[in-house]
């Protein structure tokens, strides 16, 4: 099984529908994130977990909401689907540091489409 | 703005050439960097994390250097093999970035056979 799991791995919805992604980890980590992938733009940080209750914003939260459920659960939520949010999600996860990220773990992430 | 570019955006050489990927930065103050493969339609799987007080990290064919002071890091494979052909992402964490990575666009690597 994977250390990093993401569900679903593939979702096709209409815009203004409400979407979750999931991920959950095997690895004991106490950082979560979630990663946005597009052609041309490469990876983009939406929100960041470093503890159970401690939630970030990343370089493009809107139209982004996250919950960390517990240690190995953080989830993503799309309130109003729109299509511009047509990407590949990465969930990573790493371990803690003192203010330093070590090595990023990647789920295999979940593709959405917004029609 | 603090950017992390990879140059060039694709490569295609013969099965057995010795390659080298390149990596820039614009900020000198980093922690560490690392690099990633992503096969087509899949997540990233981590190659080599160099912290800022090492100069070069191996494993097995791979060999990733830094030079911080010059804002370069560059991933080296040994003796190439179709099965090296991905993606190769680099990603930097810089010191004044709140411990959020940057990732360069990536180098699509094709090894022909």
């Known amino acids: 099984d994977a250390d990093v799991t993401q569900t679903p791995r593939n979702r096709i919805t209409k815009t203004g529908k409400r979407i979750m992604l999931e991920c959950s980890q095997t690895k004991g980590h106490d950082r979560m994130y979630w990663y946005r992938q597009d052609p041309g733009l490469g990876l983009q940080l939406i929100y960041y977990?470093?503890?159970?209750?401690?939630?970030n914003k990343g370089e493009i939260s809107d139209g982004y909401s996250v919950s960390r459920q517990a240690q190995a659960k953080f989830s993503l939520s799309l309130e109003s689907a729109i299509p511009n949010q047509t990407a590949l999600y990465f969930c990573?996860?790493?371990?803690?540091?003192?203010?330093?990220?070590?090595?990023?773990?990647f789920g295999e992430g979940s593709r959405l489409t917004v029609l | 703005k603090q950017e992390v570019t990879q140059i060039p955006a694709a490569l295609s050489v013969p099965e057995g050439e010795n390659l080298v990927l390149n990596c820039s930065f614009t900020d000198s103050a980093i922690y560490n960097l690392q690099w990633f493969r992503q096969d087509p339609g899949k997540g990233l799987t981590s190659l080599l994390l160099i912290q800022s007080s090492q100069r070069e990290q191996t494993s097995g064919r791979l060999n990733a250097s830094l030079d911080k002071s010059s804002g370069r890091s560059t991933l080296y494979i040994a003796a190439s093999q179709p099965g090296d052909s991905a993606t190769y992402l680099c990603a930097v964490l810089f010191e004044t970035s709140g411990s959020r990575l940057t990732f360069g666009e990536g180098t699509q690597l094709t090894v022909n056979p």
């Open positions: 977990s470093f503890d159970v209750k401690d939630i």
């Open positions: 990573a996860t790493s371990e803690a540091g003192t203010g330093v990220s070590g090595e990023l773990f």
